[in-house]
């Protein structure tokens, strides 16, 4: 028993009531509120159709709307809607394409000059350490968006994890998608 234990009041002997009467009554968790999940893990299992592709919508809405940092001749980059890390980036081709290897090598080419750019930038701005970079090829590889090829570009710093994802499945964001959109975007070289 930790002294925190300790000084925690015990529900023991409390006969049961309705749960209305133990809001606010402290217990041995720490909440992280966020409720913006809910929309992934209710959308998670929808069956996607190509129209209902988000890498396929985002080119058409402004950059600002659909979180792109950048676009190229045959490929974007743009933020995760629900990222790993602050900064965690996509490069998706425009095509729906589901498979690495049903790339074009124009395709291939710019995805790969891309994610080099997105290291620079990301090492420059957010001052990152480290990398997490690829890509989940098809729905049993745990890519969410399996149709549309998409390459993962998560910038990782030395006290980036601890307990929250492990223990708790949940990580903690510091920074909103907008504000690293902006900067991110202003600092890709033109």
């Not at 925190?4 to 006969?15: I, K, T």
């Not at 217990?27 to 209710?42: G, K, N």
């Not at 903690?172 to 202003?186: G, H, K, N, S």
Request: with cysteine.
């Amino acid at each position: 028993m930790t002294d925190q234990d300790a000084e925690r009041p015990s529900l023991a002997g409390v006969e049961a009531e309705p749960a209305s009467q133990f809001v606010g009554v402290p217990d041995s968790y720490e909440r992280l509120w966020t409720p913006h999940r809910m929309a992934y893990i209710q959308s998670h299992h929808r069956q996607e159709s190509d129209d209902a592709c988000p890498f396929c919508r985002a080119p058409a809405l402004s950059d600002e709307q659909s979180l792109i940092v950048a676009r190229g001749e045959f490929s974007f980059v743009v933020l995760n809607l629900y990222p790993y890390n602050s900064g965690h980036l996509l490069v998706c081709p425009y095509r729906h394409v589901g498979l690495y290897d049903e790339a074009t090598d124009a395709e291939t080419a710019e995805i790969a000059t891309l994610t080099q750019t997105a290291m620079r930038v990301l090492r420059d701005t957010m001052r990152c350490e480290g990398f997490n970079i690829g890509m989940n090829q098809g729905r049993l590889a745990g890519a969410g968006i399996a149709s549309h090829l998409h390459q993962h570009i998560v910038p990782r710093w030395s006290a980036d994890a601890n307990f929250m994802p492990i223990i708790a499945g949940t990580k903690a964001m510091p920074r909103l998608l907008d504000e690293v959109r902006v900067q991110i975007a202003a600092a890709w070289p033109r």
